[in-house]
């Protein structure tokens, strides 16, 4: 049991949350018997949303994708989508821009898993430790972002700030003979990705404890992309009510907005959220990969967040391999939109999980505007999940809990864009 005075404690355990998107501090608070962790956010805010406000709504697409360097085509197709909820998109625009998405995933969930998060599995410090003590591994990390980034030529797609959607549909829309290059790439990336998960298969003990979360998803009839409703738990939440389920947790001592749903249960939202309502859609194309190492059935371990990342990369490569093989050019690359003064929202599948849009406009231009990030709602997880699964003092280490917050790939910048005006 620990009796050290809580100030004391709180100095002596205040940590820099390091390997993680943007800049946090992690402090535990012991008191007696039990402890707390805080997630600091201690990045300046951001005020995406008030830079929105009296912008016309043709140009608010470029400012979105600013949001997160690693996120850009997520945060463009929320937005985008937002405004098309009943306009039809030609069919192969919309393939195409899901395949900027899954690109997307593939990107985030590789650099997570590869240089975030996998020192963690490996017990060791940092990158550098990786690339000292796992040449190997680190050579074939490597490779495999170098990969994505060929992968991202053939679609005219640059891997940062992606500029190519717009309202209504694409600029520009890739010809069969550059993206026909992406086969032999894609078959590489397999190949090479086949060494990253033998060698987490080497610490599959990791993934032996099951660990309870509610989780938050899109409603779709497919693997989701985006949505106007979610699954809360067994509930089915709709875009218009969503904001009215959530409450807010932030804090003064720190900038970042959080939220919880209005049960206070723990969940999370992102891979293993997504995996656990739609394995169907995925089974087949992840057993090639998995079975024989057992490592197809353990998503309800939160330490297995590095498998559900694996698994979405073999299914977004799997979506763009089916993308390539029905090419079929379009006729037109947009359609033109006109707006209703009125509020339009929708949810988009982030790689870490439902991110929300919602805007209100009159006259064509943005008058008001909610973002909503999964990290802003997975740092409920990140505070409450080591309370739960770190059960005896004895197991009470900064290393453990930082491991669990990694594990839900944390984006601090995303989060700290809130701006809150005084009445």
Do not use: W
Request: proline share 3%; with cysteine; net charge neutral.
């Amino acid at each position: 049991m620990f009796s050290i005075n809580t100030l004391v404690v709180v100095e002596m355990f205040s940590n820099i949350l390091s390997r993680i998107e943007g800049e946090g501090r992690i402090d535990i608070v012991i008191d007696k018997d039990s402890f707390k962790v805080k997630i600091n956010f201690t990045e300046p805010q951001r005020f995406f949303e008030k830079i929105l406000y009296g912008i016309d709504v043709d140009y608010g697409v470029d400012i979105v994708s600013r949001i997160c360097g690693l996120c850009g085509v997520s945060h463009i197709y929320a937005y985008v989508k937002s405004f098309e909820k009943n306009i039809e998109i030609p069919e192969e625009v919309e393939d195409y821009r899901k395949v900027l998405l899954s690109i997307e995933r593939i990107k985030s969930h590789l650099i997570h898993t590869c240089f975030l998060y996998l020192p963690d599995i490996l017990n060791v410090e940092s990158i550098n430790d990786l690339f000292i003590k796992y040449s190997d591994l680190a050579r074939t990390c490597s490779k495999l972002y170098n990969f994505v980034y060929k992968l991202a030529n053939c679609f005219e797609y640059r891997l940062h700030n992606v500029i190519n959607i717009k309202l209504g549909g694409v600029y520009h829309y890739p010809d069969k003979e550059r993206i026909s290059r992406s086969t032999d790439i894609l078959n590489d990336f397999k190949i090479n990705l086949r060494e990253l998960i033998r060698i987490i298969y080497k610490h599959r003990d990791l993934f032996s404890e099951k660990h309870y979360f509610k989780t938050l998803v899109s409603l779709d009839k497919e693997y989701p992309f985006y949505s106007d409703r979610v699954i809360y738990g067994n509930e089915v939440i709709s875009v218009d009510k969503y904001e009215s389920k959530l409450i807010d947790i932030s804090r003064e001592d720190s900038n970042g907005s959080r939220y919880c749903l209005y049960d206070r249960e723990l969940y999370l939202t992102g891979p293993l959220a997504r995996l656990n309502n739609y394995m169907y859609y995925v089974r087949d194309i992840i057993d090639e990969y998995l079975s024989e190492y057992c490592l197809n059935n353990v998503f309800q371990n939160i330490y297995a967040s590095i498998i559900g990342r694996i698994v979405e990369i073999i299914y977004s490569i799997n979506y763009i391999e089916k993308f390539v093989d029905r090419f079929r050019k379009p006729s037109i690359n947009y359609v033109k939109i006109r707006l209703e003064d009125n509020l339009y929202n929708i949810f988009v599948e982030a790689p870490r999980g439902v991110l929300y849009h919602s805007y209100l406009v009159e006259k064509n231009r943005i008058i008001n505007s909610r973002i909503i990030t999964p990290t802003q709602l997975n740092v409920y997880a990140m505070e409450n999940m080591p309370i739960h699964y770190i059960r005896k003092q004895s197991d009470l280490n900064i290393n453990r809990i930082k491991m669990i917050i990694r594990s839900l790939d944390p984006c601090l910048s995303c989060a700290v864009h809130i701006i809150k005006l005084s009445d």
